[in-house]
């Protein structure tokens, strides 16, 4: 049950890039993780221009350069290391593809939760997995 926030700069990203993000991470999570798409949320945050630093500069927007933060948030032990490699590594590919190469300034986190800290419709993801394994 993975939770993506996306962060991009609004003046630099259309609607199509956008929507191109969104389904190559859902392809990402269902297809390298193993995760079904239909409990997956992905919110996408547009941060404005003024507001994205590099090196406590904000960016600059007379260059062509994209920004983009990619966070997936996952139950610790839900996936190997080679899965996330080849995720971040995917992801990677996704954000030139659909943004153009901008190695320096375009980060992709997976962060692994305590699955007894974290859940949705009030039930943590440690009880939900049992719930699972008891059916």
Same mark, same amino acid.
């Given at each position: /049950?993975?939770?993506?926030?996306?962060?991009?700069? !609004? &003046?630099?990203?259309?609607?199509?890039?956008?929507?191109?993000?969104?389904?190559? *991470? /859902?392809?990402?999570?269902?297809?390298?993780?193993?995760?079904?798409?239909?409990?997956?949320?992905?919110? *996408?945050?547009?941060?404005?221009?003024?507001? @994205?630093?590099?090196?406590?500069?904000?960016?600059?927007?007379?260059?062509?350069?994209?920004?983009?933060?990619? !966070?997936?948030?996952?139950?610790?032990?839900?996936?190997?290391?080679?899965? /996330?490699?080849?995720?971040? !590594?995917? +992801? =990677?590919?996704?954000? !030139? &593809?659909? *943004?153009?190469?901008?190695?320096?300034?375009?980060?992709?986190?997976?962060?692994? *939760?305590?699955?007894?800290? @974290? +859940?949705?419709? +009030?039930?943590?993801?440690?009880? #939900?997995? #049992? /719930?699972?394994?008891? =059916?």
């Amino acid at each position: /049950m993975p939770y993506v926030n996306v962060k991009v700069v !609004k &003046q630099q990203v259309d609607q199509e890039q956008k929507n191109a993000l969104i389904s190559g *991470l /859902m392809d990402i999570i269902e297809n390298i993780m193993g995760r079904d798409p239909n409990l997956t949320v992905i919110t *996408l945050d547009e941060i404005d221009q003024t507001n @994205w630093f590099i090196g406590s500069r904000p960016i600059d927007s007379s260059k062509q350069e994209k920004v983009c933060s990619i !966070k997936i948030h996952i139950s610790k032990g839900t996936s190997s290391a080679e899965q /996330m490699a080849e995720v971040i !590594k995917a +992801g =990677k590919e996704l954000v !030139k &593809q659909t *943004l153009g190469s901008n190695d320096m300034t375009n980060y992709f986190i997976i962060n692994e *939760l305590n699955p007894n800290s @974290w +859940g949705f419709d +009030g039930i943590s993801m440690t009880i #939900r997995n #049992r /719930m699972e394994q008891n =059916k």
